[in-house]
């Protein structure tokens, strides 16, 4: 069982409220990943890191900012969310570039 | 960039079927990984496939990883309704471009 969580699993908020996504690992993994995903769609990489003070923007563009500045956390921010930024978010986490991603249960947002 | 598409985007299959998706890179990989994820889930590392030509089996499910490293497959034998799910490959990028991109996805529904 991957050691990875996230908090809260679902949120409804309304817009313009600025709100942090918590994604924990206790594998003691160096890279973290976050990915935004609408229901039964693909994968988009939002942001990465490969170890503390280290993040980087990923493929496709977000308003969301991340922090690493403990290995095992990894919290997204949305400084004023909208009803566009409604999606999954996943976390992931991984010991190596080229190894298995170990993903989370994911946070279901909701803007209203 | 690197892009890794997917076919079929769909599948709707009778249980007992075959069943097979597809993984196509932009771009030559150093490896290839394949993930499920469960309607309602996150995904679930399956393979991963290093070596030009490789081919790897788990029970009913047979993963290869094509002579040019740019493309794989996904072939389940026998389809079950525990089968159901979106089937994702996730490509590493050689040389410079150290990221893994995931593919579309195919969503495979078994109609018991």
């Known amino acids: 069982e991957a050691d990875i969580y996230q908090t809260p699993r679902y949120l409804v908020i309304g817009t313009g409220k600025k709100i942090t996504l918590e994604c924990s690992q206790t594998?003691?993994?160096?890279?973290m990943y976050w990915y935004q995903q609408d229901p039964g769609m693909e994968l988009h990489l939002i942001h990465y890191s490969y170890g503390v003070n280290s993040t980087e923007k990923g493929d496709l563009s977000s308003e969301s900012t991340v922090s690493r500045i403990r290995t095992e956390h990894f919290p997204l921010t949305l400084e004023s969310a909208r009803p566009s930024h409604t999606s999954q978010y996943l976390c992931?986490?991984?010991?190596?570039?080229?190894?298995?991603?170990?993903f989370g249960q994911g946070t279901r947002l909701t803007v209203v | 960039g690197q892009q890794v598409m997917q076919i079929p985007q769909y599948q709707h299959v009778q249980e007992g079927e075959d069943f097979t998706t597809y993984c196509n890179s932009s771009?030559?990989?150093?490896?290839i990984q394949w993930y499920k994820q469960r309607p309602g889930g996150h995904p679930v590392f399956l393979i991963q496939?290093?070596?030009?030509?490789e081919v790897k089996k788990q029970k009913r499910l047979t993963f290869q990883f094509g002579e040019a490293k740019k493309n794989s497959s996904l072939h389940i034998t026998a389809t079950q309704t525990t089968d159901v799910g979106t089937y994702f490959c996730?490509?590493?990028?050689?040389?410079?471009?150290?990221?893994?991109?995931f593919g579309t996805g195919t969503k495979l529904q078994v109609i018991p």
């Open positions: 594998m003691g993994h160096d890279k």
């Open positions: 496939l290093v070596k030009s030509g």
């Open positions: 996730g490509g590493l990028g050689s040389g410079g471009y150290q990221k893994v991109t």
């Open positions: 992931a986490s991984s010991e190596y570039i080229e190894t298995e991603a170990f």
């Open positions: 771009t030559t990989l150093s490896n």
